[in-house]
Each structure stands twice: as C-alpha cells, then as structure tokens.
T-cell receptor, first 112, second 114 residues
Framework: DSGVTQTPKHLITATGQRVTLRCSPRSGDLSVYWYQQSLDQGLQFLIQYYNGEERAKGNILERFSAQQFPDLHSELNLSSLELGDSALYFCASSQDGGETQYFGPGTRLLVL | GNSVTQMEGPVTLSEEAFLTINCTYTATGYPSLFWYVQYPGEGLQLLLK???ADDKGSNKGFEATYRKETTSFHLEKGSVQVSDSAVYFCALSDWGFGNEKLTFGTGTRLTIIP
C-alpha cells in the first residue's frame, strides 16, 4: 500500500459526459501528479500540482482540468468525454523536494 | 526532450532463469532513474531507483546500475519466480532541473512459467 488513495476504482460513462476523479496523496506529500495509461499512448504525464498551485503541464487535453485543494487532495475533471479517453488514470504524490513518486491504484475509466 | 527506450516484450522465462530487461534513456540534464512494476490489476509500485551515475538500485533480488557512459539502466535478477510475472516500466525524472514529471518507457511484460 503506497498510501495514495484514488476513487472511484472503476467508472463507466457515455460519450459527451463529464466525470471527476479524486486523489488523496500520502500524508505530508505536497506534490500531486496525474498520469494516463492507455494501450496506444502508454503512460503519459498529464499535470502536476504543488501545494495548491499548478507546477507543470504535460499532454493534457483542453477538455481536462485539475485542481488541488487546501487539504492537498486533488481532482481531475474530464469533460466532453470521447471513446479515446478510456484509460487508466493514475495519481502519484511526492514529498516537498522529493523525487520519488508513489502511485495510487488508479481509476479505470470506460467511455461507451 | 527526455525519452526512455525499453526492451520490447513480452518476455517469457522459466522459473529460476536469469532476467535482463534493457533500458536506455535520453535526457538533457542529470536524471534520476527508476524501475516501476505493475502486477495484474494493480497500480504502479516503485521497485528500485538510482539518482546518480554508478549508483546501483536494488530491491527484492532485482538490481539496476546507472550507467552514464552508455545511458542505460538495465534491470536484472539472478533467479526469477512465478510471482515476478508483471509489467516492468523504466522511467526517468530530471528532478534536479525542475522537471519532476516521470517519463516512462513502453513497459515490458514478463511471464514466468513454473
């Protein structure tokens, strides 16, 4: 158990819908990262937050957004969903100044 | 930009065989290198890491040495077990240069047969 929690574990929805994925980092970790794992793109970095502020952006679509709240949990919002958004979405966290990222169990999203 | 190239899978070995999974990288700075493992139906677990040249990371019988001259971080294990069956990902981060994201290889699926 990494100490990073993600909910829900599975999500099935339809095209055009909007979903929210939630992540709670390890106790004391200030950085939260979101990654997408798909069969065709592999593991891709989406976005990083550090203590409530966006720190880095990767291959994140404009339809996707994220935020980190004062209690440090983070949410990834996916809107206008398309079939191609079906993937496993991972959250990871690291300490302030820490380089090792610890991953949650992931949320498996299926868009029908 | 940064990139990681991993040995194509799948790899199938018999129990107690020697394992090598090749990993090479391209990075602009002085990256830290990682191996993560993903067991069926689970998330990513950190297996081992190395933060500078010639460092050796090790865990659960797995080892990898950071080779700057060959830009490689090959994963090895002397005697694999059925329980090692999983997907292995090589990754890097240029953390020291403010680029903290992990860049992953494509993953290598390993199957160990009894």
């Amino acid at each position: 158990d990494s100490g990073v929690t993600q909910t829900p574990k599975h999500l099935i929805t339809a095209t055009g819908q909007r979903v929210t994925l939630r992540c709670s980092p390890r106790s004391g970790d200030l950085s939260v990262y979101w990654y997408q794992q798909s069969l065709d793109q592999g593991l891709q970095f989406l976005i990083q937050y550090y203590n409530g502020e966006e720190r880095a952006k990767g291959n994140i679509l404009e339809r996707f957004s994220a935020q980190q709240f004062p209690d440090l949990h983070s949410e990834l919002n996916l809107s206008s969903l398309e079939l191609g958004d079906s993937a496993l979405y991972f959250c990871a966290s690291s300490q302030d100044g820490g380089e090792t990222q610890y991953f949650g169990p992931g949320t498996r999203l299926l868009v029908l | 930009g940064n990139s990681v190239t991993q040995m194509e899978g799948p790899v199938t070995l018999s129990e107690e065989a020697f394992l090598t999974i090749n990993c090479t990288y391209t990075a602009t700075g002085y990256p830290s290198l990682f191996w993560y493992v993903q067991y069926p139906g689970e998330g990513l677990q950190l297996l081992l890491k190395a933060t500078k040249a010639d460092d050796k990371g090790s865990n659960k019988g797995f080892e990898a040495t950071y080779r700057k001259e060959t830009t490689s971080f090959h994963l090895e294990k002397g005697s694999v077990q059925v329980s090692d069956s999983a997907v292995y990902f090589c990754a890097l981060s240029d953390w020291g240069f403010g680029n903290e994201k992990l860049t992953f290889g494509t993953g290598t699926r390993l199957t160990i047969i009894p």
